[in-house]
């Protein structure tokens, strides 16, 4: 069964200074998918960024990134100047490629990000 | 313009009481799911719709019933509910070989049950 893993339970950073937060999955699948989400205080979930297995070239969304190391199954995402809106419960999940009941996404526990300003 | 709706947000109410809590989508989009957050914050699948059929049914309780009378709608009833049902449950949507399949997610719904 494919699993996600996210170590840092709680990470803070400066207005303005970047930050990586860390994610490992485990899966024996070669096709699937990435997702970083955001969960502000407000509770929505709004997705930050996507990556496709197949894809070497890491995605980028504005002053968000990610590190997509395929071999060693770890996709960090980093947040560069980082503002006082950044602040939330971040959740890495993982999603196998199509075909039958396939389309579920498997959450990590989430990293509680806060921006100090 | 809301893209994925659910009513209501908050739900209060006793044990053994039953409930419903109902999604709307409007992005054409043909598939959609359930999923409830615990007061961990963990997040996991409940059951997903593709095209009014039911294609992801988790191991969760019989007394949580879903029901999809179109592809934009979801409705989620739970029987009889107990204290560990208090989570908040949260819709989402996606379409099939669009975007990677990207699922958006409704707004949540905080059940709270006493």
């Known amino acids: 069964a494919q699993t996600v893993t996210q170590s840092q339970p709680e990470m803070s950073v400066q207005e303005a200074e970047t930050v990586t937060l860390s994610c490992t999955y485990d899966t024996s699948e070669s096709d699937y998918y990435l997702f970083w989400y955001k969960q502000p205080p407000s509770r929505q979930m709004i997705l930050v960024i996507r990556?496709?297995?197949?894809?070497?070239q890491n995605a980028t969304e504005n002053r968000f990134s990610v590190n997509f190391q395929k071999a060693a199954k770890s996709f960090s995402l980093k947040i560069s100047d980082s503002q006082l809106g950044d602040a939330a419960m971040y959740f890495c999940a993982y999603r196998r490629g199509y075909g039958g009941a396939t389309n579920k996404l498997i959450f990590g526990t989430g990293t509680l990000l806060a921006v100090q300003p | 313009d809301t893209a994925v709706s659910q009513t209501p947000k908050y739900l209060v109410t006793q044990m053994g009481n039953d409930k419903s809590i109902k999604c709307e989508q409007n992005?054409?989009?043909?598939?959609m799911y359930w999923y409830k957050q615990d007061s961990k914050k963990f997040l996991k699948i409940m059951f997903s719709?593709?095209?009014?059929?039911?294609?992801i049914n988790e191991t969760v309780p019989n007394r949580f019933s879903p029901k999809s009378p179109d592809k934009a709608h979801l409705n989620l009833h739970i029987n009889s509910l107990e204290l560990g049902d208090s989570a908040v449950y949260f819709c989402?949507?996606?379409?099939?070989?669009?975007?990677?399949?990207?699922?958006?997610f409704g707004p949540g719904t905080r059940l709270t049950v006493l």
């Open positions: 992005l054409g989009h043909d598939t």
């Open positions: 990556q496709e297995a197949y894809k070497q």
């Open positions: 719709y593709n095209n009014k059929e039911l294609i």
């Open positions: 989402a949507s996606s379409q099939r070989d669009r975007g990677g399949d990207t699922q958006y």
